[in-house]
């Protein structure tokens, strides 16, 4: 068995991994590159990003 539980499917990122993810993203790196770095769905990404700008126009 590994550190990891049976229970716990998958780890959350933190507010500051979603923070670098969307700002490399913005800084032109491919979204594959990202999504390997990251350990992140494309979708997850998508919706970061979205996110992002979503609390910027409050």
Known sequence: MTGIS???RYLPH???TR????K???NGASIAF???RYKV???SLMRWNK????????
């Not at 923070?19 to 969307?22: D, K």
């Not at 996110?51 to 126009?57: G, I, P």
């Open 19 to 22: 923070y670098h993810a969307v």
């Open 34 to 36: 990202i999504c390997r």
């Open 14 to 16: 933190t507010l500051e």
């Open 41 to 43: 769905s494309k979708i």
């Open 51 to 58: 996110r992002f700008d979503a609390r910027k126009n409050l």
């Open 6 to 8: 049976q229970n716990l």
């Open 24 to 26: 490399t993203y913005r």
